[in-house]
């Protein structure tokens, strides 16, 4: 490979995409690659998700679109080869069928070979793209990017072995990967708090138990707000339940915002919005647990944010997170079980779980499973064939065994 042409997407105060071209950074001039890092425009300078969801719905378009342009025009003045790659962070990018326009008229020899990433879309039945209804549309252009990516030589970069299944299920021949999780930067991370030294003590912290995924339907936070509801039938010991939220509590369905504020003017839930990172990251360096219910999220920067900061998790054994967290059953509750949920929940409520960092470590390598496929060294994380659910029974890490 000559030069890696990097496609980022925009940046968010309340998403992690602020540092998520960072975290590549670090990695990408470690292993002394030379990176364009194509720019894109932004609609305005708020950073801020107005419509939509996972990004703003006219903010991604903006963004994506001018960043196209400014490959293509590369490309006409031949500062992109066919020995370069392109590396789009989201296989959702406007504007990514002028690829297909213009590669099946130049010389093959010119044709850069093109990498994805795919973070779910029209494959998860969970996805938003069903709630909002895009899925039909959804689907055929992810059927156009795995025609291109194919035809470049390039490859779908899986997040795990159960979307890898949906793939194959939905058809798609382009070469797949398994790079086994999210883009992190734990160093980053740690840096935002003032370093590893300054990880608050497990027994120091307050009684909290947060909530940190987006409020939307998919996320389910209606489970999340049943718990708190058991949990105080159950009990009388003091525990704070929060919400963390990077802009303005909002949901694509208003009620689960409604219940929310009921609940924090009854004085069972605090509500912290509008968070910056640096915030949100104190918080969770004064949180014992980190509770998600999501009926779709493939894997989550959540889990490693948390396990990066002393901070207990708790997850669905639903899609990836059984592979996430190593078939961990005390870290793993059975999906839409209250009841084990709680259980689980009051345990680590007590004590820092004895596998703390393992899964931050590993996401942490992430971005280096990436270099090495694109390099052609990394082929233990090839999924060809049908033989993709061979590999979910495989240890991610050494997990620490404790004696019964």
């Known amino acids: 490979m000559r030069k890696l042409f990097y496609m980022g997407l925009e940046s968010y105060e309340a998403r992690y995409t602020l540092q998520l071209t960072e975290w590549n950074r670090r990695v990408f001039e470690r292993r002394g690659l030379d990176v364009v890092y194509v ?5 305005d300078n ?17 963004f994506a679109m001018s960043q196209m342009m400014n490959l293509v025009q590369m490309m006409r003045e031949g500062a992109v080869t066919g020995e370069d790659v392109v590396y789009f962070e989201d296989m959702f990018q406007p504007g990514f069928e002028s690829l297909g326009y213009i590669m099946n008229q130049i010389p093959r020899e010119q044709c850069p070979r093109i990498f994805v990433r795919c973070l779910a879309q029209a494959i998860d039945p969970d996805d938003f793209v069903h709630v909002w209804g895009l899925q039909k549309w959804m689907s055929l252009y992810e059927q156009m ?3 291109m990516v194919a035809f470049s030589g390039g490859a779908v970069l899986a997040t795990n072995e159960e979307m890898v299944a949906h793939m194959r299920i939905a058809g798609w021949t382009a070469p797949i990967y398994n790079i ?9 991370v740690l840096e935002r708090i003032g370093g590893a030294a300054k990880i608050k003590d497990f027994g ?5 138990v947060g909530f940190a995924a987006r409020f939307d339907q998919e996320k389910q936070p209606g489970f999340f707000m049943d718990l708190i509801e058991m949990y105080h039938q159950l009990t009388s010991e003091p525990c704070e339940f929060a919400i963390y939220s990077g802009g303005p509590l909002r949901s694509n369905n208003p009620e689960y915002v409604e219940r929310a504020r009921r ?8 509500i912290y919005d509008n968070l910056k ?3 949100y990251y104190a918080l969770l360096n004064d949180t014992r647990v980190l509770f998600n219910c999501a009926l779709q999220d493939w894997v989550s920067n959540t889990v490693s944010e948390a396990d990066t900061l002393g901070c207990n998790v708790l997850y669905p054994a639903y899609r990836s997170f059984p592979e996430t967290f190593a078939n961990d059953p005390n870290r793993l509750y059975v999906p839409w079980s209250i009841d084990d949920a709680y259980h689980k929940m009051q345990n680590l409520l007590r004590e820092p779980h004895h596998n703390m960092g393992l899964i931050s470590d590993w996401n942490n390598a992430t971005v280096d499973r990436i270099v090495d496929i694109i390099l052609g060294q990394g082929e233990q994380w090839n999924r060809a064939g049908n033989r993709y659910r061979d590999h979910v029974a495989h240890e991610k890490y050494q997990v ?4 019964e």
């Open 180 to 188: 086994s999780g999210l883009a992190f930067g734990k160093e980053e």
């Open 204 to 208: 120091l912290r307050s009684r909290r």
């Open 46 to 62: 708020t950073k801020a998700i107005s419509v939509g969801q996972v990004l703003d719905a006219h903010g991604r378009s903006y």
């Open 39 to 43: 720019p894109g425009s932004t609609l």
């Open 145 to 147: 990017v795995n025609e």
């Open 263 to 270: 609940m924090e003017a009854e004085g069972t839930l605090k």
């Open 277 to 279: 990172k640096d915030d």
């Open 400 to 403: 620490v065994k404790i004696e």
